[in-house]
């Protein structure tokens, strides 16, 4: 060994090491890997609550009549305001059981029904524990497929239509954002701190 030379540190075993992970496994803080859930793994887990929601929607679709009955008596002069009113409202509570359904579950056990059946879970990263509810709550609004529709109807009531029209399309690259990321994590998951894995 030379008079001035400094032995070189040993290598780090754990660094590179998410680089060196094969595409469908991703590394959490606590050193666990975890395998990630496919993109269409979950759109069938998707198609599933979206089949739960489409029963809980209609429940409040279905009372539409029955609230326009009590609020609007039946005269073919009703007002047409107070009919969109209505209409909103109730498309308003649909999109509430929607978010409050996604919500709940993810905040509970990590798993919808759908995700549940299909043995796939919402972890939080980099810890991997189940999503806190400020969290799930994020998750579910930014990927509820009812959210956009009263905001675009109300966007031509208001001075912001031009930039609120364009809330379904947005809804859609969210979608499409999980097939081009390396852990499938679409920009919901992103915002939230989150990542689907498949159930071990």
Known sequence: MRPNSRPRPSPDPHANSAASLPKSRAELATGETVELAKPLRRLAARMVDSVILGVLCWG?????????????????????????????????????LS??????????????????????????VPQGSVPRLTKSLLRAALTSPLLPIPLFVASFLTPFAVSLTYLPLVTVLIYLSVAWDREYRGWHDQA????????Q
Request: glycine share 8%; proline share 7%; hydrophobic share 60%.
């Open 60 to 96: 409040a679709w279905s009372s539409l009549p029955f609230v326009l009955a009590v609020f609007i008596p039946p005269s073919p002069t009703a007002p047409i305001g107070l009919v969109i009113l209505v209409f909103l409202a109730v498309l308003l509570v649909a999109t509430v």
């Open 99 to 124: 978010i409050g359904y996604e919500t709940a579950a993810t905040a509970w056990r990590g798993q919808t029904v759908g995700k549940r059946m299909l043995r796939i879970k919402v972890i939080s």
């Open 192 to 199: 939230a701190g989150t990542l689907v894995v498949n159930k």
